[in-house]
């Protein structure tokens, strides 16, 4: 079946919706092919924000209601709003740990005249209690006491593990799902390539897993037969020693840098100067080592750290709480929107390199928003060139140094 008119055009025409939910993605172009899903349940045109991944799981979806869903992890939330097409609003749970695919979704959601209440944003499977504190002190945590009592458990999982992404992270996800459902729950992961790794990694959680054929993917499926948990803490706690003391840090998968200190970080800090009493921002902190080492060398001083991961800020928060550094104010934001305080004396970056420098650049110009009139922001990057003309642009060209150390570069700049 085919329309010509847009979800958005329904609404605004106030007819009701045909049976078949059209949502749109984005902003298509009039002639993008209108995708049917599950038979007709639903339709969806454009294909902004998806994998493979996320149709291969809207096809695996059941038609009838499993009781209550787990879905997420995308950048659309095409499982989502399938899922409300399906069963109705109020049956599943959207959930991601990264702020900025979150707001990419209610976007989505809210523009298809879908439920938002459903959305949540945490470090772990909806359910699981962050852990950590105890970690830093006394070793690695119990899924016994990471689960909530009052969390009520999920019939069915389904959720997209693309080829390209994390290991670790994947296993991690895969064992809280398994924890998180009920005794004969049913999980169904979803692949773009050959789903053989996947069915390996279910198969080592629950035991036993199936693969059906779907569309560009696969559907793996399992069912929870077994009543102890399967989650293990994979958190790492990672032992700096750069003067003026050592620290240590919580770092966990899906965090940049897990398990170790990256090669950038450690270029800047070598040559990091930090005043008596700054106010310092550290943006996109990851798990915290720039922030936390700017704080431990000026005593007396502040620092807000922010980044987009809760499974980032959330490592952070904890480390900084480890090491008694009660400067902090650790943030989660999409995008630098509400940060308090400034205007700051040190800025510092390590921005990541994808999405064309769109990240670097916005930092690069947030920080030249902020920074106090004798501040000085520090940038680390390994495309020197590209990262220097980013902060010449903001700061002027006289303003910029860039200095070369073990492969990276860090770009000094004043107001």
Known sequence: MESSLSAREFRGAGLLRWAMPNYVLGDPPEWARIRECRGGVCSFRGRSGTTPADW??????????????LVGLDH??????????????????????????????RNEVEANGVNTAGLVIGEDVPGFVPQGESLLVTGRGAAGDALSPEAEPFDLIALPFPATGEALLTREILEQAHDRLVMGGRLVAATDKDP?????????????????????GSAVWA????????????????????????????????????????????????VLEVGAKARILDLGCGYGVMGAFALARSPGSSAVLVDCNARAVG??????????LTGATVLLR???????GGPFDLVVANPPYFGDFRIADAFVSFARDRI?????????????EAHREIVARKFGEARTEMLG????FVITARP
């Open 56 to 69: 291969v799981l809207i096809e695996a979806l059941p038609i009838k209601s499993p009781g209550r869903v």
């Open 76 to 105: 659309a939330g095409v499982a989502y709003m399938a899922a409300s097409a399906l069963w109705g609003s109020n049956v599943a749970t959207w959930w991601h740990y990264d702020a900025y695919a979150a707001a990419a979704v």
């Open 196 to 216: 053989s790794w996947l069915k390996g990694a279910v198969e080592s959680v629950f035991g036993k897993a199936d693969v059906s054929a779907v569309d560009r």
């Open 223 to 270: 069912t929870r037969k077994k009543e102890r948990t399967a989650w293990k803490d994979h958190s790492h706690v990672l032992q700096v020693d750069l003067p003026p003391k050592p620290l240590g840090f919580l770092t966990r998968p899906g965090v940049f840098s897990y398990g170790r200190l990256d090669r950038g970080t450690k270029a800047l800090l070598k």
């Open 315 to 324: 490592a952070a928060r904890r480390s900084m709480v480890a090491n008694s």
């Open 334 to 340: 999409r995008d630098l929107e509400n940060i308090p």
């Open 372 to 384: 106090a009139p004798n501040g000085k922001m520090f940038l680390v990057a390994k495309a020197g």
């Open 405 to 408: 150390t073990d492969t990276y």
